[in-house]
């Protein structure tokens, strides 16, 4: 089965710093691209960022989030990190992570969308205080 699992969610003041992962199995990791949805109360989910796979080597940022977040992957672990420092209040939401495939939609600004989305897991909660 494939499985998407999110997590390092929590509370944290304004300015701080998280980590969150995405640990998955079941499918060739490898192979996918691998993105960060966000979503806060009442509001749409919104992209914040995506890697592709690292033969091809491609990252996107949303702007609300470029130079403060960073996402990486760690093939040997299946794994992908959204390193988020200096964060705001506006940043609070459930984060969600998602596998879609390169061959069918790009890591870009016009690729990364989710109707896109192969997989996707379960959330984690981000609270930013201020």
């Known amino acids: 089965d494939v499985q998407l699992q999110a997590s390092g969610g929590g509370l944290v003041q304004a300015g701080g710093s998280l980590r969150l992962s995405c640990a998955a199995s079941?499918?060739?990791?490898?192979?996918?691209?691998i993105g960060w949805f966000r979503q806060a109360s009442g509001a749409a989910r919104d992209r914040v960022s995506c890697?592709?796979?690292?033969?091809?080597?491609?990252?996107y940022y949303a702007d609300s989030v470029n130079g403060r977040f960073t996402i990486s992957r760690d093939n040997a672990k299946n794994t992908v990190n959204l390193q988020m420092n200096s964060l705001k209040p506006e940043d609070t939401a459930v984060y969600y992570c998602?596998?879609?495939?390169?061959?069918?939609?790009?890591?870009?600004?016009?690729?990364?969308?989710?109707?896109?989305?192969?997989?996707w897991g379960k959330g984690t909660l981000v609270t930013v205080s201020s």
């Open positions: 890697i592709s796979p690292s033969a091809i080597g491609i990252s």
């Open positions: 079941g499918f060739t990791f490898s192979d996918y691209n």
């Open positions: 998602a596998a879609f495939r390169p061959s069918e939609y790009a890591c870009s600004g016009y690729g990364f969308i989710e109707r896109g989305m192969d997989y």
